[in-house]
């Protein structure tokens, strides 16, 4: 882990070993800026790793729950991991953006989507952000089972029309199509052709031998003024809802046990939100894609990373009812919610707080875990502070 730009930190007065790892120099605002977090919330702690023109430059863990090795559920930041095979295929030309989703998938054809294309429905604007009836947490682990209910199912909206954050069924369809253009699931995907060869510790499924680094995630401390705030959210609004359906709320128990904690649910491969990982490992995804890291070439050409970063969606969104902004399954950054990079950053957060995002207009990538779930949820702020100071530190060293 610890190379000729990197030192160790601490800050003993935080408490020791409050703050551990490696920062190179130049970068130690970002471990102090940690360290300072740590030492207001005795709740709170996290990993941070980031990488700067394909070097590794902070990989730092903080608070009472932090350890440097373990690993955790991500939820939706899975998602930017599997779009991240999909980019690679659409670099090799086995699949094809403006190409019919029937085209590799026929059975996608029923409820009026034949015309429904690879772009439309990979930028969260196909219309089947759920299923009706809605579905229990075991049916959609069983993709052969979500699949086939997602390919029968009747747009929402007239694709195109609108967008709205297909949640947890885009992860389905990112699946399908890998299994359609390469035979292999998209986990196993990832394994074979990204994770294992790179050394990036992520996980769409998490195999049997990696249990033991896995720790549960911490659930919500919200204060009495956030809890009531939250209630106003969309995601909080029953199944009769648009927002309600797309996250199954007239099937889901609101105490059943989060389900990256389920040993299942991280096995089963679910792309939306059943991966599992380090800061470390989202990091090293992300650099990869926009640089060489360790004598390895970058995984994505400027111009795939161009295509699967640009806008496709953008403005109200139909399903989290607050303005969003979709690339080809990436989010994108925007001043409001997003602020983690500039205009060309791409990546995406998760339930939990996680964040993992490559910038290439600053040649940088980081990824960010919080321990316990974040307030109301997605992107931590602090999080995306923690990235802000990084940028400060990287322009003061390019001045």
Not at 294 to 311: H, K
């Amino acid at each position: 882990m610890t190379t000729d730009i990197t030192r160790p930190v601490g800050h003993p007065e935080t408490g020791a070993g409050a703050v551990q790892g490696f920062v190179a120099p130049g970068f130690e605002a970002v471990s102090r800026q940690l360290a300072h977090i740590v030492a207001g919330d005795d709740g709170y702690s996290a990993q941070f790793c980031a990488y700067t023109d394909g070097k590794k430059v902070i990989d730092i863990w903080g608070g009472p729950d932090a350890e440097e090795d373990s690993i955790q559920g991500v939820f939706s930041a899975t998602k930017g991991v599997a779009a991240v095979c999909v980019a690679l295929l659409l670099q090799r030309e086995l699949l094809l953006l403006d190409k019919p989703m029937s085209h590799y998938w026929p059975e996608f054809a029923q409820g009026g989507k034949a015309s429904v294309t690879v772009r439309t429905a990979l930028s969260h604007r196909a219309g089947v952000p759920g299923i009706e009836p809605q579905i229990t947490q075991d049916q959609l682990m069983d993709h052969e089972y979500m699949a086939a209910r997602l390919a029968a199912q009747t747009p929402h909206w007239y694709p195109g029309a609108a967008h709205g954050y297909h949640g947890l069924t885009i992860g389905t369809l990112m699946d399908e199509l890998v299994r359609r253009v390469d035979g292999r699931t998209v986990d196993r995907f990832f394994r074979e052709e990204i994770g294992d060869p790179r050394g990036i510790d992520v996980f769409i499924a998490t195999p049997e031998d990696q249990e033991p680094r896995v720790r549960d995630v911490l659930p919500q401390r919200p204060t009495p003024e956030q809890a009531a705030a939250m209630k106003g959210s969309p995601l909080r609004q029953d199944g009769d809802t648009l927002s309600g359906m797309a996250f199954n709320k007239a099937v889901t128990d609101p105490l059943a046990e989060l389900m990256p904690n389920v040993r299942r649910y991280r096995a089963a491969g679910q792309s939306s939100a059943g991966g599992v990982g380090s800061a470390r490992g989202l990091a090293r995804l992300y650099a990869s894609c926009i640089s060489e890291v360790d004598g390895m070439s970058r995984l994505l050409s400027p111009e795939t990373v161009a295509t699967v970063s640009q806008i496709h969606a953008a403005g109200p969104d139909m399903v989290l009812g607050l303005p969003t902004r979709f690339g080809i399954v990436f989010q994108k950054p925007d001043p409001d919610r997003l602020r983690w990079g500039s205009h060309t950053s791409f990546g995406h957060d998760g339930a939990g707080g996680a964040i993992g995002v490559a910038d290439p207009w600053h040649s940088l990538a980081y990824g960010y875990v919080p321990r316990r779930m974040s307030v109301p949820g997605g992107a931590d702020e602090r999080g995306m502070d923690l990235a802000r100071t990084l940028r400060q530190c990287l322009a003061e060293q390019r001045a």
